[in-house]
């Protein structure tokens, strides 16, 4: 697999990768009626990430990629499904409250994950990231009174969901480092679309949506293959606390892009939104100060 050993042509690579995320939000927004076929959206979906990225393995491998699917273990199975179901309640957040508070919510992934290695992998936690751990979550409280509409605190709930999906995710690949990651992030696309095929075969409801939906379906899915491929090959030469902070490319750019009068979507963030929001960044900050010395790496790579 190509990797870039410099770090200074790895870091805008992975800057590149977050900005390509970030546009995911305004993807959605741009989808007519999100929330009425979320279903649809996660087949289309699901199926092209596990197309392009078995397309990816294909020529990056060779003809015996598949090879992988026999490695991945149960590790390569849970995390598979984690990161499924972490694909599945972020179109349920995004659709049910602001862009601002699904994404600061995915923004706490590397404490829950550092939690779940607490209680899962026996890793230790420091007595800064439990500071950092504190912090976010307060943040995420203050967001949490901020939302007094039902949908829009459930909203809050599965975002959270979300987060511990990916956090799963990351830690299924810390539990047996030689899990295949992009085999397994091929097998969450194709849980999604298993599930939504099961989901609407029950209701009886058609596959495909319209040709606009379907095209912005397929847009996404696109989007977020290639920035996990840009990922993958420049996270490499990156140190675990650089990598933290590089990660708020995708939060920052998520929250700005709907709140952008150009794009018309004019997102505003609510004042505790703002307000949990900097909580969570002041203590991915602090965390990234206080890894400065850990090479191990906190998302995929």
Not at 174 to 203: H, M, Q, Y
Request: charged letters at 10%.
């Amino acid at each position: 697999m190509l990797e870039i050993k410099n770090e200074r042509i790895a870091i805008p690579v992975v800057l590149f990768a977050g900005l390509l995320w970030s546009f995911g939000p305004l993807i959605v927004r741009y989808m007519d009626q999100p929330n009425l076929v979320p279903w649809q959206y996660l087949f289309t979906r699901g199926i092209v990430i596990f197309l392009i990225l078995n397309i990816y393995l294909f020529f990056e491998e060779g003809k015996y990629f598949y090879k992988n699917y026999f490695k991945i273990g149960l590790s390569g199975i849970i995390g598979g499904c984690g990161l499924g179901i972490a694909m599945i309640t972020f179109i349920w957040s995004i659709t049910n409250t602001s862009a601002a508070i699904t994404l600061l919510c995915l923004a706490a992934m590397p404490f829950i994950t550092a939690l779940l290695g607490f209680l899962f992998l026996k890793e230790t936690i420091s007595y800064n990231v439990w500071i950092a751990i504190i912090v976010a979550a307060t943040g995420i409280a203050i967001m949490a009174l901020g939302n007094t509409q039902t949908t829009s605190l459930l909203g809050l709930v599965f975002g959270l969901i979300s987060a511990i999906g990916f956090s799963v995710f990351s830690v299924s690949l810390r539990w047996r480092k030689e899990t295949p990651k992009f085999t397994t992030v091929a097998i969450a696309g194709l849980f999604c679309a298993i599930v939504s095929s099961a989901i609407l075969l029950n209701d009886e409801v058609s596959f495909i949506s319209s040709s606009y939906n379907e095209g912005l379906f397929a847009i996404h899915g696109t989007v977020v293959c290639l920035g996990l491929i840009l990922y993958s090959i420049g996270s490499k030469a990156i140190p675990a606390a650089e990598l933290t902070l590089l990660s708020l490319t995708e939060i920052i750019g998520g929250i700005f892009w709907v709140w952008l009068p150009l794009f018309g979507i004019n997102e505003i963030p609510s004042n505790n939104t703002i307000i949990g929001g900097f909580l969570i960044f002041l203590s991915i900050s602090h965390y990234s100060l206080t890894i400065k010395t850990n090479r191990r790496f906190i998302a995929l790579n």
